[in-house]
């Protein structure tokens, strides 16, 4: 079992950034590509970013690519995504969660990944 629990969500007006962390404890961390996923009421889970195991490969859904910065520190079982010039299409519950592998588009179903956080709720005002 890999538990993972996030924080850092918050009110932010828009244009203004949030770093999202997601803690990580069970299983050896680096064993797991981990991912963000944002969910809004009436929708289901959509995907934000991945990394890799060790950090040097990342996916981001498009509207967030050059906004968004996903990473992660292996020693300390963290995964951070830094958010810039967020929008009000950001706002939603943003959930951490754990695979061992995927790749290319499997990577961006909530399907593919086995463990999650209980997520943290971004807000963005205008």
């Known amino acids: 079992q890999v538990q993972l629990v996030e924080s850092g969500g918050g009110l932010v007006q828009a244009g203004g950034s949030l770093r999202l962390s997601c803690a990580a404890s069970?299983?050896?961390?680096?064993?797991?590509?981990m991912g963000w996923f944002r969910q809004t009421p009436g929708k289901e889970r959509a995907f934000v970013a991945r990394v890799s195991w060790s950090g040097g490969n990342t996916q981001y859904a498009f509207s967030v690519k050059d906004r968004f910065t996903i990473a992660r520190d292996n020693a300390k079982s963290t995964v951070w995504m830094q958010m810039i010039r967020l929008r009000q299409g950001d706002k939603g519950v943003y959930y951490c969660?754990?695979?061992?592998?995927?790749?290319?588009?499997?990577?961006?179903?909530?399907?593919?990944?086995?463990?999650w956080g209980q997520g943290t709720q971004v807000t963005v005002s205008s």
């Open positions: 069970g299983r050896p961390f680096s064993n797991y590509y």
């Open positions: 969660a754990a695979v061992i592998y995927c790749s290319g588009d499997e990577c961006y179903r909530s399907g593919t990944y086995e463990y």
